[in-house]
């Protein structure tokens, strides 16, 4: 990650509930790394998991959608297998604007993506997984602008990073409310 204002890497302001939150990623990671990552996910034990994912899996070009939703929830239901999970959050797609990596015709057929991605994943989590899998909105974010974006048209800019700590803050208050208690031994909340 490049350096920010922002403290994403931070640790939310939850040291009072939790010690310890822990992040995943890849530049430009795609579903299939997310299954390198299982054995370490399963051996961390995570109570909440918030997944920040399928930007780079939604073509620009073509209609892949379907099956990339897919391939999501069938990661999602080995997630869920996990005994200590108690809840995974799925993020809101954002849109991506033309730049270096996109053009006006490309970012256009990305945002028609985005949208269908973003609507089922949405119904999917509301009627089939349950209240152990919930969507999750990122207000600030839900409808982007350029103003929260880098040059790039992909990724955000501090505005923009600042808006979405905010918003991952709220799902991980959520779903500390939604587990209960917190033991007295350190546990994780994972991205």
Request: aromatic residues 8%; contains cysteine.
């Given at each position: 990650?490049?350096?920010?204002?922002?403290?994403?890497?931070?640790?939310?302001?939850?040291?009072?509930?939790?010690?310890?939150?822990?992040?995943?990623?890849?530049?430009?990671?795609?579903?299939?790394?997310?299954?390198?990552?299982?054995?370490?996910?399963?051996?961390?034990?995570?109570k909440i998991?918030?997944?920040?994912?399928?930007?780079?899996?939604?073509?620009?070009?073509?209609?892949?959608?379907?099956?990339?939703?897919?391939?999501?929830?069938?990661?999602?239901?080995?997630?869920?297998?996990?005994?200590?999970?108690?809840?995974?959050?799925?993020?809101?797609?954002?849109?991506?604007?033309?730049?270096?990596y996109?053009?006006?015709?490309?970012?256009d057929?990305?945002?028609?993506?985005?949208?269908?991605?973003?609507?089922?994943?949405?119904?999917?989590?509301?009627?089939?997984?349950?209240?152990?899998?919930?969507?999750?909105?990122?207000?600030?974010?839900?409808?982007?602008?350029?103003?929260?974006?880098?040059?790039?048209?992909?990724?955000?800019?501090?505005?923009?990073?600042?808006?979405?700590?905010?918003?991952?803050?709220?799902?991980?208050?959520?779903?500390?409310?939604?587990?209960?208690?917190?033991?007295?031994?350190p546990?994780?909340?994972?991205?």
């Amino acid at each position: 990650m490049k350096d920010l204002d922002c403290p994403i890497l931070g640790d939310f302001d939850l040291e009072q509930i939790t010690n310890r939150v822990e992040f995943i990623g890849h530049r430009g990671g795609k579903l299939a790394r997310v299954t390198d990552d299982l054995f370490y996910v399963r051996s961390i034990q995570p109570k909440i998991i918030y997944l920040q994912i399928l930007g780079n899996d939604i073509s620009k070009t073509s209609d892949n959608v379907d099956v990339v939703i897919s391939e999501l929830f069938r990661i999602v239901s080995i997630l869920a297998e996990i005994p200590s999970v108690q809840v995974i959050f799925i993020g809101q797609l954002l849109y991506r604007f033309p730049g270096k990596y996109y053009s006006v015709e490309e970012s256009d057929q990305y945002q028609t993506n985005v949208r269908k991605a973003n609507q089922l994943i949405q119904l999917k989590c509301a009627s089939v997984m349950g209240s152990r899998v919930r969507w999750w909105e990122l207000r600030g974010l839900k409808n982007p602008s350029f103003q929260v974006m880098d040059k790039d048209g992909v990724h955000l800019n501090n505005e923009g990073m600042r808006l979405y700590h905010k918003a991952i803050r709220g799902a991980l208050i959520q779903g500390i409310k939604q587990c209960g208690p917190w033991p007295q031994t350190p546990d994780s909340l994972h991205m």
